[in-house]
DNA sequence: GCGCGATCGTTTGATATCCAACGATTGGAG
DNA sequence: CTCCAATCGTTGGATATCAAACGATCGCGC
């Protein structure tokens, strides 16, 4: 079926993945999910989760951001920042200022034990960047950067 | 905290990523999530679920292919696939069959109704790309491409 | 034959995420 | 002033995912 037969599968294990191969959100994702597992894992020995890493980068960058605005700046739901700010706050990483002027939102702020958690992330992350160095190139790199930024950006 | 200035966030909104801006792994997971959704409000216009649809095509390339080498094909835990492959074959879309010589491993197959359905996911699929073609431009594409298969093949 | 490590698909438990709805609060229109 | 729509962070419900453990089955060595 669905034409396009690339390979057929011949010893062990061997895959057609069809037009598969040619598309880029498939590639995309398959890319995406692979760097994600190895910084998980580098993070891991460090005792931090990869998912905290965007986020107190973010709060680093912009001392008395609200949740609502770093949701949006990392790409996911405000929703699911509530629980991560809790465990953060929680564990003394970010702390959490009421404004006199505006009741509802909050201003996030790293603590010092928060700036040392992400100096040591930002260690994990130099490392993980060098290897997608190696693996992209340095040629390509900018271009590739490049790309990944205009599809964020307007396939929305 | 962390260097980096590359702008004061200035009236409404304008927030300073600091380091991540350049950051492979940061851009990566923002423009596939980016693109996933596109293609899920896609794929949703005919009332299928993304996820469904390497599962297809995988199926339809792969006759009889098995739960845990599709999975590995596609990138999940085959853990991940029992409730997928569930659903599917409860729309009967998609069959599993036994074989006699090995009772453990199913082997999957597509219906005729899941033939269609894979058709219909492969318009969305076409539409989503030319859009992704757009962005990246025909020029970076085929490089864009090898550059997300490096990644995935090697950073593991 | 027999037994034991490996493999297949499932179950279970934990996260992470989304979306819609909510209460508290704000700020502007009248 | 007084409402009322909009905004902020949270809650609740749904889905998707992983990792570890399980029962059934296989196949190899003996």
Request: charge should be positive.
């Given at each position: 079926m669905a034409g396009a037969n690339t390979k057929a599968r011949s010893?062990?294990?061997?895959v057609n993945y069809g037009p598969l191969a040619q598309w880029i959100g498939f590639n995309l994702r398959m890319a995406q999910e692979s760097a994600f597992q190895a910084f998980s894992k580098l993070s891991k020995e460090i005792g931090?989760?990869?998912?905290r890493f965007a986020t107190l980068t973010l709060i680093g960058c912009n001392p008395g951001i609200s949740q609502t605005v770093l949701s949006r700046a990392s790409g996911r739901d405000k929703s699911s920042l509530t629980p991560v700010l809790e465990d953060l706050v929680r564990r003394g990483l970010v702390a959490r200022k009421r404004t006199d002027h505006d009741r509802r939102t909050y201003r996030l702020v790293l603590t010092a034990d928060g700036e040392q958690a992400l100096a040591r992330l930002n260690r994990c992350a130099k490392r993980h960047e060098r290897n997608l160095d190696r693996i992209i190139g340095a040629r390509d790199r900018k271009k590739f950067l490049q790309i990944l930024k205009r599809i964020a950006a307007e396939i929305a």
């Open positions: 010893g062990r294990e061997r931090e989760r990869p998912g």
